[in-house]
T-cell receptor, first 113, second 114 residues
Framework: DGGITQSPKYLFRKEGQNVTLSCEQNLNHDAMYWYRQDPGQGLRLIYYSQIVNDFQKGDIAEGYSVSREKKESFPLTVTSAQKNPTAFYLC????????????FGPGTRLTVT | QQQVKQSPQSLIVQKGGIPIINCAYENTAFDYFPWYQQFPGKGPALLIAIRPDVSEKKEGRFTISFNKSAKQFSLHIMDSQPGDSATYFCAASRRVTGANNLFFGTGTRLTVIP
């Protein structure tokens, strides 16, 4: 059963703590993406990765970090430098740079208090 | 700056009606325009997509109309059903150093009344 998994579904953290969100895909996709979704603002790109050991900043990368050590995994760390971390985080993947279709995981809702 | 503008923010129709959601863009480098459907607490699911070389695309009850000169595209849902109640996002994509980054509209919450 192929797809994208994100864990956990809900995550609670205290302000000032770093937190890492998991994203795994078994679709053999080359490219992976992280988006942030806030009410009334659509989805905004945080980071993307075309291949292993390579990633690029998206529109709102400040306060976030990523790694891509394996093709199937693209974890996102929300650092204490992110001023408004509470949001719904979505991971996506696509076959590669030449293919447009992106497929999304179920998301992780992060609440920081 | 919102690269893709979407309207309306919310829409209520009766079952069987034809809701229409509109999107507009400015960047002529965009060359792929998908629509996503999202249910509460779930990730968006790709619904239908169009390239700028065609003016219309149909898949089942969903139709995209594309007006390249006006830089506008819209989603029509024929014979809408209560199960279509969801938030719909339009998006546009362009090549960025080999990647394909999506720019999303702000979403339209559709409610179909039985």
């Amino acid at each position: 059963d192929g797809g994208i998994t994100q864990s956990p579904k809900y995550l609670f953290r205290k302000e000032g703590q770093n937190v890492t969100l998991s994203c795994e895909q078994n679709l053999n996709h080359d490219a992976m993406y992280w988006y942030r979704q806030d009410p009334g603002q659509g989805l905004r790109l945080i980071y993307y990765s075309q291949i292993v050991n390579d990633f690029q900043k998206g529109d709102i990368a400040e306060g976030y970090s990523v790694s891509r050590e394996k093709k199937e995994s693209f974890p996102l760390t929300v650092t204490s430098a992110q001023k408004n971390p509470t949001a719904f985080y979505l991971c996506a993947s696509s076959t590669g740079a030449g293919v447009y279709e992106q497929y999304f995981g179920p998301g992780t809702r992060l609440t920081v208090t | 700056q919102q690269q893709v503008k979407q309207s309306p923010q919310s829409l209520i129709v009766q079952k069987g009606g034809i809701p229409i959601i509109n999107c507009a863009y400015e960047n002529t480098a965009f060359d792929y325009f998908p629509w996503y459907q999202q249910f509460p607490g779930k990730g968006p699911a790709l619904l239908i997509a169009i390239r700028p070389d065609v003016s219309e695309k149909k898949e089942g009850r969903f139709t995209i109309s594309f007006n390249k000169s006006a830089k506008q595209f819209s989603l029509h849902i024929m014979d809408s059903q209560p199960g279509d109640s969801a938030t719909y996002f339009c998006a546009a994509s362009r090549r960025v150093t080999g990647a394909n980054n999506l720019f999303f509209g702000t979403g339209t919450r559709l409610t179909v009344i039985p």
